[in-house]
T-cell receptor, first 112, second 112 residues
Framework: AQSVTQPDIHITVSEGASLELRCNYS??????LFWYVQSPGQGLQLLLK??????LVQGIKGFEAEFKRSQSSFNLRKPSVHWSDAAEYFC??????????FGAGTTVTVRA | NAGVTQTPKFRVLKTGQSMTLLCAQD?????MYWYRQDPGMGLRLIHY???????AKGEVPDGYNVSRLKKQNFLLGLESAAPSQTSVYFC???????????FGQGTRLTVV
């Protein structure tokens, strides 16, 4: 079965600074990888996804993620954070079956 | 577009009471899922369905039942609520042609 680890529970970043959220997965084959964002009191919104091909994936809101097979990682990055990026971020992995497995989430706080 | 709609959005139950959470999607998706979200644990899959009339257990199915009598609806039932079932519940759906899941806004359930 697949699993996901997000090592950072909480990250604080200054507005305008860069952001990187870590995600490590465990799966025997090439997985489907996702990053979702959840604003307070809201559902989950898909930021980006990786299925195959180019290992650098562009998403919405200026986010990107890089799939590194050798490190079993799919880290999320944004060059310049905006106050509206304060939210909880979830990495998820999907496999050949129908289910997504989620990490525990990373809460991002943006300070002025 | 309505997308995925969950009813109700909030509910408080007493221990031992029963209730049903409704998830409705208007995208003609084949697959539907129920997750629960707890602090520090991400989203965990309760039950899922790959089509009308079919259901299957996920990661944490105990204490819950589900039904998918119509393709657009996926019901989650709690027969005898326990405080451990206090959580935020999310429904999701997707087409069989894509692994991208669409989420509802969530139901915050408190069992006292």
């Amino acid at each position: 079965a697949q699993s996901v680890t997000q090592p950072d529970i909480h990250i604080t970043v200054s507005e305008g600074a860069s952001l990187e959220l870590r995600c490590n997965y465990s799966y025997g084959a090439t997985p489907y990888l996702f990053w979702y964002v959840q604003s307070p009191g809201q559902g989950l919104q898909l930021l980006l996804k990786y299925f195959s091909g180019d290992t650098l994936v562009q998403g919405i809101k200026g986010f990107e993620a890089e799939f590194k097979r050798s490190q079993s990682s799919f880290n999320l990055r944004k060059p310049s954070v905006h106050w509206s990026d304060a939210a909880e971020y979830f990495c998820a992995v999907g496999a050949g079956d129908y289910k997504l497995s989620f990490g525990a989430g990373t809460t991002v706080t943006v300070r002025a | 577009n309505a997308g995925v709609t969950q009813t109700p959005k909030f509910r408080v139950l007493k221990t031992g009471q029963s209730m049903t959470l409704l998830c409705a999607q208007d995208m003609n998706h084949e697959y539907m899922y129920w997750y629960r979200q707890d602090p520090g644990m991400g989203l965990r899959l309760i039950h899922y369905s790959v089509g009308e009339g079919t259901t299957a257990k996920g990661e944490v199915p105990d204490g819950y039942n589900v039904s998918r009598l119509k393709k657009q609806n996926f019901l989650l039932g709690l027969e005898s609520a326990a405080p451990s079932q206090t959580s935020v519940y999310f429904c999701a759906s997707r087409t069989h042609l894509s692994t991208e899941a669409f989420f509802g806004q969530g139901t915050r359930l408190t069992v006292v």
